[in-house]
């Protein structure tokens, strides 16, 4: 028997808005279904050519950082449950792995990034956009604390990269690419009706494309 289509679900916002919260609420309700995530960090370009304090010079919230042309291909490969090898990525060397995992298709994918909405090719690929928006002060309180505990980062690296490149990238780039949402969610994972009304949206699909 044929498969249905897969749906795919955007998930994008600003670092430390909560993209990662909501990705896993999301999970949680078709975790016994059948659903997979992909994130846009994974993506990043292979740095491997580079030394490492010339890898802290990249800007890494700018749209040319990521290898989106790879992402739509993963994207296409599992939209035709094929599967794929995603990269694995690492924040305290700056760089993708070696080692790779491998993905097996699913019935619904989330894509999760800040800049997601920002690339026409990626957009076009997904049934649900959604753009998860909260405060900068909470964002870059919620960063401080996430970068130095799990990402190897001092307090003086995060506030100046936040000021020299987070917070130009995200006026440049990322608020703008909000206007391609069909959703705009505050505050992340907690919004709890939020989630809701996603949740069955995303069932809508699936039994629309199960009569397809
Ligand atoms: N509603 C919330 N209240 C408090 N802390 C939160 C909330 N949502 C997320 N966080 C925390 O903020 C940090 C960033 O959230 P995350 O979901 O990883 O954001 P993003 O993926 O957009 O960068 C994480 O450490 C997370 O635990
Ligand atoms: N080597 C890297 C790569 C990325 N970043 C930052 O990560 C942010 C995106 O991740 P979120 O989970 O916060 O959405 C992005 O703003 C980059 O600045 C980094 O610091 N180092």
Aim: aromatic share 6%.
């Amino acid at each position: 028997m044929e498969k249905n289509k897969p749906v795919v679900i955007g998930v994008a916002g600003g670092s430390g808005s909560g993209k990662t919260s909501v990705t896993r609420a999301i999970y949680e309700r078709f975790k016994e279904t059948s659903i997979l995530v992909i994130e846009q960090d994974a993506y990043y370009k292979d740095q491997s050519h580079l030394p490492f304090e010339e890898r802290l010079k990249t800007n890494y919230d700018h749209p040319l950082a990521f290898d989106n042309d790879l992402l739509v291909e993963h994207l296409q490969q599992l939209l035709e449950y094929k599967s794929i090898e995603k990269p694995i990525y690492d924040y305290k060397v700056h760089n993708r792995s070696t080692e790779t995992i491998h993905v097996e298709p699913k019935e619904v994918i989330i894509v999760e990034g800040i800049l997601i909405l920002e690339d026409a090719n990626l957009v076009d690929l997904m049934d649900i956009k959604v753009f998860v928006d909260t405060d900068a002060d909470l964002r870059i309180i919620r960063r401080l604390l996430r970068d130095i505990k799990d990402r190897g980062r001092t307090l003086d690296s995060v506030i100046d990269q936040y000021i020299q490149v987070v917070r130009p990238a995200h006026m440049q780039f990322i608020e703008p690419s909000k206007r391609y949402a069909d959703l705009i969610i505050p505050e992340g994972g907690e919004n709890h009706v939020a989630v809701d009304i996603m949740a069955s949206k995303i069932e809508n699909i699936l039994v629309k494309n199960s009569n397809l």
